[in-house]
């Protein structure tokens, strides 16, 4: 997976890196990237159009109606170039963006027949509150319910018979307003946050609910896998350090191999402040018919006892 920028970045910017990173041989670009060293070309499958371009922090930020008409001329061009490639589209970068899902449904009631995904992003941190916390994985569950029921609206008011994939593209636990940015130094360490269980609890709630969304998910990339904001930390000449996040992420990585089959649970609720009623038990069952096996994930809350 590969973005192209669609901030300072032009169509014709995104057209060219398909042609640098993607034709064999015998264009100017491709050439070139021969000529940097790079015989075989990159082939990059899938392309995000952009990233979080409703941000007020990106490099100019596009309201919904200018990234789409951006994102919609850069995406002929680059499946001119390249006809093989999946593009994703900028979803909504957080829920708590006053254009959610406005945005969403404005760009896909014209980038629809263009793309293959949209991506949404989600992350957590605990705040002092351990209910609100462990209600994770039914805040992530809504969030995709929102961005799915957006995508199957505009599928039937444009007529489509495609059903639009989401990429959750960015998920993660990270303690952001704790994050001390090290500037002008080189290769300063960045958010290294440092995991405790109650993390990986709220980490494989999360992954359950991944898992459960399959059907419409294709796409899902922890943010990051080493150092930054990541289950592994290393160090410099050779140290490496796997926190309590590591291994959730591990065992699904394992375990979680084949057919999702989806849960019909009845159980008690707990109280958040955040979300309402959230359920004691989120689990997930994977079906691996080659080895003829069923897996179970479970996240179970009990009281003031919690056990994964």
């Not at 994703?88 to 404005?106: H, I, K, L, N, Q």
């Amino acid at each position: 997976m590969i973005a192209v920028n669609l901030g300072t970045g032009t169509p014709k910017d995104a057209g060219e890196l398909v042609e640098y990173c993607n034709i064999k041989s015998g264009t100017t670009l491709s050439d070139l990237r021969i000529k940097n060293g790079h015989k075989d070309p990159h082939n990059f499958k899938v392309w995000c159009l952009g990233n979080e371009m409703d941000g007020p922090w990106q490099t100019c930020q596009l309201s919904a109606e200018d990234y789409t008409k951006k994102a919609k001329e850069s995406a002929k061009i680059m499946k001119w170039v390249d006809p093989t490639i999946e593009l994703v589209a900028c979803g909504s970068s957080s829920a708590e963006m006053a254009t959610f899902p406005e945005w969403d449904r404005v760009i896909l009631e014209t980038l629809y027949d263009y793309i293959d995904y949209i991506s949404l992003h989600r992350y957590y941190e605990y705040e002092g509150d351990i209910n609100n916390f462990l209600g994770a994985f039914f805040d992530l569950d809504n969030l995709i319910n929102t961005i799915k029921v957006t995508a199957d609206y505009v599928k039937a008011k444009n007529r489509s018979k495609k059903t639009l994939y989401l990429s959750l593209d960015e998920w993660n636990v990270w303690y952001i307003k704790n994050m001390q940015l090290k500037r002008w130094q080189k290769t300063p360490s960045i958010a290294e946050d440092s995991y405790s269980l109650l993390d990986a609890l709220v980490f494989s709630g999360i992954l359950c609910t991944i898992l459960n969304n399959a059907d419409r998910i294709k796409i899902s990339c922890l943010a990051q896998l080493v150092n930054d904001l990541s289950p592994i930390h290393t160090e410099k000449g050779g140290g490496v350090l796997k926190h309590a996040t590591f291994y959730p992420f591990m065992q699904v990585c394992q375990y979680g191999k084949g057919v999702v089959i989806k849960n019909l649970m009845s159980c008690d609720n707990f109280v958040t402040g955040k979300y309402g009623e959230v359920p004691t038990i989120h689990s997930s069952t994977i079906y691996d018919a080659e080895n003829n096996k069923l897996t179970f994930f479970h996240l179970i809350m009990i009281k003031k006892t919690i056990s994964y």
